[in-house]
């Protein structure tokens, strides 16, 4: 039985985001579970049913995932834009063996929507009361914004399999200050693994500024920089060394646990 990992996507996608990194561990050996979040799916009425759904909702979602993997070791966890933050959080409660984070959106205290990326949810955040509304950016915005750095030919096949994100999260988030119930924030201290973080040159969703703050966050972390690379990282032309790399990080952590019991 390969390791267990927790994979955990952004805003706008489902688990099958993460299809290709979980190809590629799998060849190296690894279980991966990449859940679709709460009303994350193809359906008519989505957009209906996610928009008004929390981080906190989330969050839940993925304790429970957790909960139910059939193997006892302290599972991996890899998460992607909100998923990056998702999985900061979840990490503060189960205690995985180790951490990873890719182009992770911001935490609450880490900084708002930066200019570079305010594009992407306009118009949608000049309509009242749109925290409450379910958002998709358009194929132009989602081109601008998602998927530098991916073959053009490829924009429309991802597109498609994009889905409305929920307006609350999206405002707990980008506009943190606001939200009572600091849905987007972290501590820091009680994660305790090892943490893996990468960020992206070209990225204009969670820029690379935004990304080495959240390294920052974690003494222990490995802060991983692509300055040719864009926010899609999770399936672009430099993917497959990523995960080799990230795997390559990974073993001795692994190996430690199988000699000691311990992360």
Not at 5 to 27: D, N, Q, S, Y
Not at 122 to 143: D, H
Not at 190 to 217: E, F, I, M, N
Request: charged share 20%.
């Amino acid at each position: 039985m390969g390791y267990p990992v927790i994979l955990i996507h952004g805003m706008w996608v489902t688990g099958e985001a993460f299809k290709r990194v979980a190809t590629l561990m799998k060849a190296r050996g690894y279980d991966c579970v990449a859940p679709s979040l709460p009303a994350h799916d193809a359906s008519p009425d989505q957009p209906l049913k996610v928009g008004r759904l929390s981080l906190k909702d989330y969050l839940a979602a993925l304790e429970r995932c957790a909960a139910e993997l059939p193997d006892g070791r302290p599972p991996i966890i890899i998460g992607h834009s909100m998923g990056g933050l998702l999985a900061q959080q979840l990490a503060a409660r189960i205690s995985p063996l180790a951490l990873v984070l890719l182009t992770p959106a911001p935490a609450a205290g880490i900084g708002l929507l930066p200019r570079r990326n305010i594009g992407a949810f306009m118009p949608w955040m000049l309509r009242r009361p749109f925290w409450r509304e379910a958002y998709k950016p358009a194929f132009a915005r989602a081109q601008r914004y998602a998927f530098r750095g991916l073959p053009e030919d490829r924009h429309r096949a991802t597109y498609e399999g994009m889905v409305h994100e929920s307006g609350r999260a999206i405002f707990e988030i980008g506009l943190w200050p606001l939200d009572r119930q600091h849905a987007a924030a972290v501590t820091p201290q009680q994660v305790r693994c090892p943490v893996y973080v990468v960020s992206a040159g070209r990225d204009w969703l969670t820029p690379a500024d935004q990304v080495r703050k959240t390294a920052r966050l974690y003494p222990q972390a490995t802060l991983r920089h692509y300055p040719d690379r864009a926010h899609w990282v999770i399936d672009d032309e430099d993917t497959e060394e990523m995960v080799h790399s990230i795997c390559g990080w990974l073993r001795p952590i692994e190996q430690k646990q199988a000699r000691h019991g311990t992360a």
